[in-house]
T-cell receptor
């Protein structure tokens, strides 16, 4: 079956760095997405990786290793507004998104 | 601004009373999706349309139907809502000519079943 695993919840301090991991097993691979979702709101696109390596976009970076079925989202200089759920999703061979359940990130002052 | 719009944002219905949720988009994307998301869970794909081609997920209950009368609009009909259908319903769009095929989401409709 297809499976996306990510931690349920993480806590970090304002101004710090946090890394959210995602491992996946899917039938085919056409890219991995990270979305941010604030409570009660829709997911918003953060990043896309299809080749191995690190993609940097401001305070957020995303890493992919296809051979390991592994990705992480790195958030730097954490702000209170970064408190949200972060969803990892993989596009499979049918170009459908397989979603993880999300990691709830709690930022403390 | 180009966007995905969902109406209403909050919908309350009674057990067994049909309800229709609507989605419209100004992005001119050819693919539209309906997801169901319950608290602290992953979004669950119910249907998607590639242009006019309708694709029903195998585990989507018969109670859920969808219509896409044109490129811009898509509807989700729940014929006889049960208590287990209370959830956030998310509409999303994507373009097969886009660079990432990333999905753009509307704000969602939160459905309460009494």
């Amino acid at each position: 079956g297809q499976n996306i695993d990510q931690p349920t919840e993480m806590t970090a301090t304002e101004g710090a760095i946090v890394q959210i991991n995602c491992t996946y097993q899917t039938s085919g691979f056409n890219g991995l997405f990270w979305y941010q979702q604030h409570a009660g709101e829709a997911p918003t696109f953060l990043s896309y990786n299809v080749l191995d390596g690190l993609e940097e976009k401001g305070r957020f970076s995303s890493f992919l290793s296809r051979s390991k079925g592994y990705s992480y989202l790195l958030l730097k200089e954490l702000q209170m507004k970064d408190s949200a759920s972060y969803l990892c999703a993989v596009m499979d061979s049918n170009y459908q998104l397989i979603w993880g359940a999300g990691t709830k990130l709690i930022i403390k002052p | 601004d180009a966007m995905v719009i969902q109406n209403p944002r909050y919908q309350v219905t009674q057990f067994g009373k049909p309800v229709t949720l609507s989605c419209s988009q100004t992005l001119n994307h050819n693919v539209m999706y309906w997801y169901q998301q319950k608290s602290s869970q992953a979004p669950k794909l119910l249907f998607h349309y590639y242009d006019k081609d309708f694709n029903n997920e195998a585990d989507t209950p018969d109670n859920f139907q969808s219509r896409r009368p044109n490129t811009s609009f898509c509807f989700l009909d729940i014929r006889s809502p049960g208590l287990g259908d209370a959830a956030m319903y998310l509409c999303a769009t994507s373009s097969t000519s886009g660079s990432y095929n990333e999905q753009f989401f509307g704000p969602g409709t939160r459905l309460t079943v009494l």
